[in-house]
């Protein structure tokens, strides 16, 4: 579930709140996202993947994390490589190739094609 | 508020590649096109967030063959020849402009040809909706449809719904509709599917029209336990574990009825461990979506046990859905056309999943049809397209029978309860299955009752009808079916009856029916 909306992070472009599928985010008096309806989340990484600035991280649970969690710790996310990492791999952002290009995966037989999604 | 009022030749409901797909093909046709989708168009629904293979095989005769044999079987001989041909022929078409004129970037292989067996989702949605943009279709994002229109005859004539971050109510006379809302997941947090609630097999049965297949909807996708990736291809180099640490025989990415049997009974736990160094590279290059949920639990799932769950994905990996009967798509109903997961996917599937790569050839293939056949059909209407006299057709969850008390989640709790468990909707026994389905017969009383609303109100307790519906047509169609066939397996009915090779239709609401086809089913050859 998203768990991280970095205040410090945010540049309020509103992207997380028109792109998620669930209608989760609300904007916040201040511009920043608040996270109206948690329930709501359905973990499918979306939010994050189209942060210009990866202030967002979404934990893979699908049950809220506990108070405390490395999930909701921007500094402990940045040091662990994981925040803004979704959309790295994605190829979305400047000077990255789209992961797709990439995405040559291997057979599941002999002979079969590679997986590439 | 006042209710936005907009016309359309063609409106289409849903926002994944099928809607998209519809949407542009109408478009593309001459038709003015209203899209809506309930969450964001680019990212909403099963596609967007997973990725998909698709069933794209060049022109060869002989690869051809084997590609439609392959399933034949597993299908258990209920899919048609004929449309199996003409999707992968449109399949071919639709990847092949994806990578031309849409510049999708593909891989490279090492013969210096594209790879154009898969698609990731987001990148793949995101560009379907700028080309869809780019043809002119008016999208409304977060407006889930909530009722169709129709005129006096009884043919479809335009959509009402609500418009979640506008907080307003909308309402599209259209000359037809193209259903392309996706399956039902049952609110199960499989990967991107929360949007898949079977709403529009609602607004089809409401309107008229029939279901095909609906008994081939027990398929469970498999994820690290807690999570939502329900990525499954890489399960294919798993070693699968019980609690005790012992392997647990027969069990595999494709066989996960022993699975079902460890869980209700403990912990099952999963190692990628015959994945040799180099295909663990390749992995992650493949599926980046896959690793999220490992790396961000601190698990290398190559060299450490994790536990997994199945977690239900419905008509969204099955094969059910609002029955087709024409070659554009249409249904039974005049004016409104169905695509994508909304519709049977019977027809190149037969009873076996849909899953990956027949899904995705399906999306586009019924969309682009759809498209061009709602264009058509609006065209055909003249002027009348959109000055048509309306009645709107949204009954159970939006104007119950008494007073509006119900709670929508205690509904939707009450369904889940008969749905998701895997020893009553994956093993499946008409002991256990009679007695869920009066449950759900008692749920759907209740809401015919007590559900309804305005609003987003309206948006919760439809998709909570649309659920009870989708149960209730699921396991009266698999009581019908008193044998074993594709993905319908009865522990009671073990056996494939070479008598019951016909598809179930289904339909209705207060009263639910199956019959079988009429028409039998063509030999394979």
Same mark, same amino acid.
């Given at each position: 579930m998203i768990e991280l909306v970095s205040a410090e992070r945010c540049i309020a472009c509103d992207k997380c709140i028109t792109v998620c599928p669930t209608n989760v985010f609300d904007r916040g008096t201040d511009g920043i996202p608040v996270i109206s309806r948690h329930d709501d989340c359905q973990t499918c990484f979306h939010c994050e993947a189209n942060c210009p600035v990866d202030a967002l991280f979404v934990s893979p649970r699908t049950s809220p994390e506990p108070e405390g969690a490395m999930a909701k710790d921007a500094d402990l996310l940045t040091d662990g490589g994981l925040l803004g990492s979704y959309r790295e791999r994605l190829g979305w952002g400047k000077g990255r190739a789209p992961a797709p290009s990439l995405a040559i995966g291997p057979p599941l037989r002999p002979g079969a094609d590679p997986i590439t999604s | 508020m006042e209710t936005?009022?907009?016309?359309?030749?063609?409106?289409v409901a849903g926002g994944g590649p099928a809607a998209t797909w519809a949407a542009l093909h109408a478009a593309r046709d001459g038709a003015e096109v209203v899209l809506a989708d309930k969450g964001y168009c680019g990212t909403s629904g099963a596609t967007a967030a997973a990725g998909t293979g698709v069933w794209y095989v060049p022109p060869d005769p002989a690869a051809r063959e084997a590609a439609m044999d392959s399933r034949e079987e597993l299908g258990g001989r209920l899919a048609d020849r004929r449309w199996a041909a003409r999707v992968l022929d449109e399949t071919y078409e639709r990847v092949?402009? @994806?990578?031309?004129?849409?510049?999708?970037?593909?891989?490279?292989?090492?013969?210096? &040809?594209? @790879?154009?067996?898969?698609? !990731?989702?987001?990148?793949?949605?995101? &560009?379907?909706?700028?080309?869809?943009?780019?043809?002119?279709?008016?999208?409304?994002? !977060?407006?889930?449809?909530?009722?169709?229109?129709?005129?006096?005859?009884?043919?479809?004539?335009?959509?009402?719904?609500?418009?979640?971050?506008? &907080?307003?109510d909308y309402r599209v006379r259209a000359g037809a509709v193209v259903l392309a809302t996706g399956g039902c997941a049952f609110l199960s947090k499989a990967l991107g599917c929360d949007v898949n609630t079977g709403d529009g097999a609602l607004f089809a049965a409401e309107a008229g029209a029939e279901l095909s297949g609906m008994e081939f909807s027990n398929a469970y996708g498999i994820a690290p336990e807690g999570t939502s990736v329900t990525k499954t291809a890489f399960y294919h180099f798993a070693t699968f574990f019980r609690a005790d640490g012992s392997v647990l025989e027969g069990a595999s990415g494709v066989r996960r009825s022993p699975i079902a049997r460890e869980l209700l009974r403990g912990k099952v736990y999963c190692r990628l461990d015959r994945a040799d160094e180099q295909s663990r590279a390749a992995m992650r290059l493949a599926q980046p979506n896959f690793f999220l949920a490992f790396d961000r639990m601190g698990v290398d799932p190559f060299t450490e046990k994790f536990p997994i769950t199945l977690i239900a994905e419905g008509t969204v990996r099955g094969t059910g859905g609002i029955r087709i009967v024409s070659d554009d798509c249409a249904t039974t109903v005049p004016g409104l056309y169905a695509a994508g997961d909304a519709a049977t996917r019977e027809l190149i599937c037969g009873g076996f999943t849909g899953g990956g790569s027949h899904n995705a050839a399906w999306a586009m293939s019924s969309g682009s049809w759809a498209g061009r056949g709602a264009a058509r059909y609006a065209r055909s209407l003249g002027s009348r397209a959109h000055n048509r006299r309306t009645l709107a057709l949204g009954e159970a969850g939006l104007r119950p029978g008494g007073r509006a008390d119900g709670d929508h989640r205690e509904v939707i709790a009450a369904i889940q309860r008969e749905v998701l468990p895997y020893d009553k909707n994956y093993l499946r026994h008409g002991n256990v299955l009679t007695p869920a389905l009066a449950s759900l017969d008692d749920v759907w009383t209740g809401l015919r009752a007590s559900l309804g609303g305005t609003g987003e109100l309206s948006v919760r307790t439809r998709q909570a009808a649309a659920m009870a519906a989708h149960a209730r047509w699921m396991y009266r169609s698999a009581l019908a079916r008193t044998e074993t066939r594709g993905m319908a397996k009865r522990l009671d009915f073990p056996a494939q009856d070479p008598g019951q090779r016909h598809r179930l239709h289904t339909g209705g609401l207060d009263t639910v029916w199956v019959r079988p086809e009429r028409t039998v089913v063509e030999a394979a050859s």
């Open positions: - | 936005l009022e907009l016309t359309a030749d063609v409106f092949n402009e @994806l990578a031309v004129s849409a510049r999708f970037p593909f891989p490279v292989g090492p013969d210096g &040809r594209q @790879l154009r067996n898969g698609l !990731h989702g987001p990148e793949y949605l995101r &560009r379907m909706r700028a080309l869809v943009r780019r043809a002119g279709v008016r999208i409304l994002d !977060h407006s889930p449809v909530t009722e169709l229109l129709a005129d006096p005859s009884g043919a479809v004539a335009g959509a009402a719904g609500y418009q979640r971050q506008g &907080r307003q």
